[in-house]
């Protein structure tokens, strides 16, 4: 079946430094890859996708690229600010309509 | 739009009492799931709903927890009775389909938090 799975946190950085957050996956077919965010008290929204291999997905300074050769689908920014702490959502959608999820990664940055 | 619209945000009941968590979905889109979200589970889908059909429930707990979508605007998931092990907080998703059939993004509302004392 298919299984997302993201790097334990929580993470805690400084503003301005560089974030990476681990997600590897394992699905049959050719899965979509998508990284959600959910900030404190809402539901999780889009922030970015992929739908195929090498398609690099971006959305505000965020970046992540489909690495089908490692099964990989790591978020990065290269300068963190207070207003990115959330907990982050890799998933995937293989056939079908549904989504799996990883566990989430709380980040947290600090002034 | 407004968005996928939850209610209530908040609910407190006691063990044994009904609940029924309520969503209205983005006006167009005919996808509508229903998650179910703890810090010992992570996010889990329960049910998923095509054109008001229910597609896919086998993420539904137990026989207490029931969902229906009357009608292309409201849905319903409905936990009788319920148990403090239901104390989570419940999303609502909806998404349209784009050409070719595939499916659009998910977009979530703010999710009601339940808890059972």
């Known amino acids: 079946g298919n299984s997302v799975t993201q790097m334990e946190g929580p993470v805690t950085l400084s503003e301005e430094a560089f974030l990476t957050i681990n997600c590897t996956y394992t699905?049959?077919?050719?899965?979509?890859l998508f990284w959600y965010v959910q900030y404190p008290g809402e539901g999780l929204q889009l922030l970015l996708k992929a739908t195929k291999a090498d398609d690099k997905g971006s959305n505000k300074g965020f970046e992540a690229t489909y690495r089908k050769e490692t099964t990989s689908f790591h978020l990065e920014k290269g300068s963190v600010q207070v207003s990115d702490s959330a907990v982050y959502f890799c998933?995937?959608?293989?056939?079908?309509?549904?989504?799996?999820f990883g566990e989430g990664t709380q980040l947290t940055v600090n002034p | 739009d407004a968005g996928v619209i939850q209610s209530p945000r908040h609910e407190v009941t006691e063990m044994g009492q009904e609940v029924t968590l309520r969503c209205k979905p983005i006006s167009g889109h005919d996808y509508l799931f229903w998650y179910r979200q703890t810090m010992m589970r992570g996010l889990e889908l329960l049910i998923y709903?095509?054109?008001?059909?229910?597609?896919?429930d086998s993420g539904m707990p137990e026989d207490r927890f029931s969902a229906k979508m009357p009608n292309a605007s409201f849905s319903t998931l409905k936990i009788q009775p319920s148990e403090p092990r239901d104390s989570a907080v419940y999303f609502c998703?909806?998404?349209?389909?784009?050409?070719?059939?595939?499916?659009?993004?998910?977009?979530f509302g703010p999710g009601t938090r339940l808890t059972v004392l």
């Open positions: 709903f095509n054109n008001n059909v229910p597609i896919d």
């Open positions: 998703a909806s998404s349209g389909q784009g050409r070719g059939g595939h499916l659009r993004e998910q977009f």
């Open positions: 998933a995937l959608r293989s056939s079908g309509s549904r989504l799996t």
């Open positions: 699905a049959t077919g050719y899965p979509s």
